[in-house]
């Protein structure tokens, strides 16, 4: 009788445990979790919708609440809205961007950067010219893939003129003659016809772009200007700008009294303004280092003409960044890589 008292109260006591353990295994903590979690994201998405809080009616924090909102519910966007590149549209101003370019290891991966940035800017013109005897074929592949507007030019830069190998002290500086030959083919293209309204701007391929840039530029009357990031030795360099909107001198430490001391990557020309001015250009001899831009623009207008952008100067949309030179020491070397795969 004792031993069967003793067996009926193991059992009593085993089975809820057994109970327990068979719904647990059916029901892992992890479900339960995430059952808690829908529940609460429930009453947190009704409780928005009043326009009230129910954790704040618990009493945490907004910053809490805010953060446990973000972190549940993620915004996910599936909509495809992009096309490329935008229409055409005859009502807009047209962008000419003209780019130098040079073989080198990182050309294609530059070009290719440069070139999904401007498939999101609408009535833009590209105009690409190579610094090479010959078109090459990985530019002409590369930008007959691409979807864009393009004209592909090629002017090789003599041995002498390269920057280095000069014997004159104020060599041409990579790029002068490039750009001069897209001027070139602008001015040759509207020679007989009106020109559009527009204008002309010179990317170089290894800088990053904002596309708020282009929108800026792009209804130009003359010369407009910005601040450029990552140049001089400095954050950023700027126009100064007045109180009254005029650009009156420039914020940079290297010969701050240049009469245009601006980067490349910070102005861009009415097209009108380049064909009223034939002979306004890059100047090829006794141009001094940082004086390439000013070279161009004394030509073209004063420093009373230049319009600010870019709010004033205040924003930078523009940075002078470069790609890091490849380390290619193994290349050669047990048969490592295969020259024909194009990089």
């Known amino acids: 009788m004792l031993r069967r008292r003793n067996l009926l109260t193991t059992l009593l006591i085993a089975l809820p445990w057994a109970l327990l353990l068979t719904l647990w295994h059916q029901y892992p903590t992890t479900r339960y979790l995430s059952l808690l979690r829908k529940t609460d994201e429930n ?42 590149p935008p229409p055409w549209s005859d009502a807009l101003p047209t962008i000419f961007v003209i780019t130098p370019t040079y073989t080198r290891p990182v050309q294609k991966a530059e070009l290719t950067r440069l070139a999904n940035t401007f498939l999101h800017v609408q009535n833009l ?39 280095g190998l000069s014997w004159i002290p104020s060599h041409t500086p990579r790029g002068t003659l490039q750009r001069n030959l897209g001027l070139h083919w602008l001015r040759d293209s509207f020679s007989n016809t009106a020109p559009p309204e527009g204008v002309v701007y010179f990317a170089d391929d290894d800088n990053t772009y904002s596309l708020e840039l282009f929108e800026e530029m792009r209804y130009t009357r ?25 650009v009156v001198g420039w914020k940079t430490v290297f010969d701050p009294n240049r009469p245009f001391a601006i980067d490349m990557a910070g102005f861009a020309i009415s097209i009108k303004l380049i064909l009223e001015k034939p002979q306004a250009s890059f100047k ?24 600010p952008k870019a709010a004033n100067c205040t924003k930078v949309l523009v940075w002078h ?22 990089v």
């Open 222 to 246: 003359r010369v407009s200007v910005w601040p450029v990031a990552f140049v001089g030795g400095l954050r950023y360099e700027s126009p100064k700008v007045s109180p009254a909107g005029k």
């Open 43 to 84: 009453v947190t998405s009704k409780a928005l919708l009043n326009g009230t809080s129910a954790l704040k009616e618990e009493g945490l924090p907004s910053c809490i609440r805010q953060q446990q909102s973000i972190g549940a519910t993620p915004k996910v966007i599936q909509n495809y809205v992009y096309s490329r």
């Open 284 to 307: 090829l001899e006794g141009v001094k280092g940082g004086y390439q831009e000013t070279s161009l623009l004394k030509d073209l207008v004063t420093m009373d003409g230049l319009e």
């Open 125 to 163: 013109h590209w105009v690409v010219v190579e610094d090479s005897p010959r078109r090459t074929n990985l530019v002409s592949n590369l930008l007959e893939k691409a979807g864009l507007n393009f004209t592909h030019l090629n002017v090789e830069t003599p041995k002498s003129l390269k920057l």
């Open 321 to 342: 960044t470069r790609t890091e030179r490849p380390t290619l020491v193994n290349e050669g070397k047990r048969g490592f890589t295969d020259p024909r795969v194009e």
